[in-house]
């Protein structure tokens, strides 16, 4: 217990102390000044400028700065979807592995664009070392610098005054890669290396067990993706077992450093934006909020998979160290609850322990938090950009209780802004419940489930959840490699990301060409603990309240069926 507590509070005083450091070097890489990393960085910017005929002081409206970001990710969505059909006659392929089927790669391309990396296939068994280093690897760098870009993009807009433009797409696409995400990935491939993750393009060994038997062992180009993976809260990972295999994340040293990695920039952007806006206290409020409701639900998860699971008290099994099933030793049940609530509180989705042998309670908070869609940190640059959806309709309903016209950061809140505030999320419950609620009709569709009851209304909750909110977290209960999820998820990929993109660029792109305005006295301050506390508010109101009947049925029902001795 004393231990747990110890690794629990050191993630957090890690997270604490590295948000100003790695927000205020963000600030300055997107700002286009002078860095650590601009002596040796600079001149390779400067020749991609000008091998795509970049001009770097070329600004663009929001609408341009959409269509760019949809004009990337179409070509790279094709180029992947190519790799997969083609990678059996594509180089490092010493397995000889065959081209993945039409939907299957059509599903994982969408997925690792998105940001999603939901995976419905078996990495170690089903790509090559091309699919998985040109493709996966490849596509978590450019699916978390498109989603950086655009949360750059907005808070352009909301800092700036008077400004027609958020700048520009492709610039700050390049920066993002090659300031942020390459050096900080390529330090922690090292350590990860130095730790025991593989890092190889040798074909899988053959070993001699000690019961006499042979094992193939699977490995490659493990600890560039894990890194990278982490670093840019994608989380598909080389192995199917993802986190859980030991060659992924061997020692609880790994474990503790990965889920640092997940958190390090969505918290940070946070401070990023308040040294944009000139005052970083506004940056603290937003992390201030996201921090509640992010260490209440890791309390809740602590609690429920440390009580152990009820159901197993009348059977001969050692439950003092909490619910052990589908969980790694080597973490334990705190490690293994860290994972779990930070993965589904970003966009990461990835995995060390099997949250479909959670409890009940334990799995509903990574479910509620992926329903939240990255209202709790969120993902790289995502994070930031869903949570201006709640930034505008708290500044709104603030206005509205003192009287006064909706003002954030000295710009007017009108009814352009709030409708696309309103009206955008709708997406979320819609994609979330309505496809499940379609699934079901079908019985192909609906016999992806492998449990019956409350619990497997729940793993296609999770399922179509992770989808909307580009998360790729999973219960294994559920089959997805089905053509209907397939390309049904594919679909809620595709428009959980790119529709709440254009709607925070439409909603930036206005606030930016506004005149700021002076706060009048009597105003609700965006910086203070009251305004934090209605963030909370309408975050669960507005996000967690509309999916409570829906959890009822899932979640929580099995909760109290587990107390009763019920099983399905």
């Given amino acids: 217990m004393a231990d747990d507590t110890a690794q629990l509070l050191l993630f957090g005083v890690v997270i604490v102390i590295l948000t100003p450091l790695l927000g205020r070097y963000m600030a300055r890489v997107y700002a286009g000044e002078r860095n650590y990393l601009t002596p040796v960085v600079a001149p390779i910017e400067k020749i991609i400028w000008q091998i795509c005929a970049i001009d770097s002081r ?52 969408v997925s690792f664009i998105t940001g999603t990396n939901w995976q419905a296939y078996a990495g170690e068994a089903d790509l090559s070392f091309f699919s998985q280093m040109v493709g996966c690897t490849a596509q978590n760098f450019l699916a978390a610098a498109t989603a950086m870009s655009v949360g750059i993009a907005v808070m352009r807009g909301l800092t700036q005054s008077r400004a027609k433009t958020l700048g520009n797409f492709h610039v700050d696409f390049i920066r993002t890669i090659l300031y942020i995400l390459l050096p900080g990935s390529f330090i922690f491939a090292l350590i990860f ?35 990278v993976k982490m670093f840019s809260t994608s989380g598909g990972g ?11 994340n061997p020692t609880p040293l790994t474990n503790f450093l990965q889920a640092v990695l997940i958190l390090a920039i969505p918290a940070a952007l946070t401070y990023t934006f308040g040294t944009m806006a000139g005052d970083v206290r506004q940056g603290w409020a937003l992390f201030s909020a996201m921090a509640f409701l992010f260490v209440i ?12 699971n009820t159901l197993l008290n009348r059977l001969p099994i050692d439950q003092t160290t909490g619910n052990m099933e589908g ?63 709640y930034i505008v309709l708290a500044t709104f309903i603030a206005g509205l209780m003192v009287g006064r016209s909706p003002v954030y950061l000295g710009k007017k809140i009108e009814v352009r802004e709030i409708k696309l505030a ?25 016999s992806a489930m492998y449990n019956k009851g409350p619990h497997g209304l729940t793993e296609i909750l999770v399922a179509y959840a992770s989808a909307v909110a580009t998360n790729g977290a999973s219960f294994a209960g559920f089959d997805a490699s089905q053509p209907f999820h397939l390309n049904a998820q594919a679909l809620a990929m595709m428009v959980g990301r790119f529709s709440f993109i254009i709607a925070a660029l439409a909603i930036a792109g206005s606030l930016g060409a506004k005149r700021s305005v002076t706060t009048t006295v009597g105003g609700v301050p965006t910086h203070t603990p009251l305004f934090v506390i209605l963030m909370i508010s ?26 009763a001795g019920q099983t399905f």
């Fill in 297 to 308: 639900g890791l309390a809740v998860v602590y609690a429920a998979e440390g009580g152990g």
């Fill in 58 to 109: 070329a600004e663009q409206h929001w609408s341009r700065y959409a269509f760019s970001v949809l004009a990337v990710n179409i070509v790279c969505v094709l180029i992947f979807y190519a790799i997969l059909r083609l990678q059996y006659y594509l180089p490092l392929n010493p397995r000889s592995v065959m081209g993945l089927e039409p939907s299957a790669s059509f599903a994982t391309a």
């Fill in 327 to 389: 969980k790694e030793t080597r973490f334990g049940t705190a490690g293994s609850a860290l994972w779990a609530v930070t993965a589904t509180a970003t966009a990461t989705g990835a995995v060390n322990s099997m949250l479909e042998s959670y409890t009940p309670m334990g799995g509903m908070v990574p479910l509620l938090n992926v329903q939240l869609n990255e209202a709790i940190f969120g993902g790289v640059g995502s994070g930031f950009y869903s949570l201006l959806f």
């Fill in 193 to 227: 290396v130095f730790q025991g993750v593989p890092q190889t393009l040798s074909n899988f060994s053959t070993v001699v067990t000690v019961e006499g038997g042979e094992q193939v062992l699977a490995h490659g180009p493990v600890a560039s993706q894990v890194a």
């Fill in 238 to 248: 080389f192995f199917n077992a993802n986190g859980a295999h030991p060659f992924s």
């Fill in 538 to 563: 309408i975050i669960f109101i507005f996000g967690a309240m509309s999916f409570f009947p829906a959890l009822a049925l899932g979640p929580l029902a099995e909760h109290f069926e587990m107390l």
């Fill in 422 to 446: 309103v009206l955008t999320p709708l997406i979320v419950p819609i994609g979330m419940l309505l496809l499940p609620a379609l699934a079901l009709q079908i019985s192909e569709a609906a």
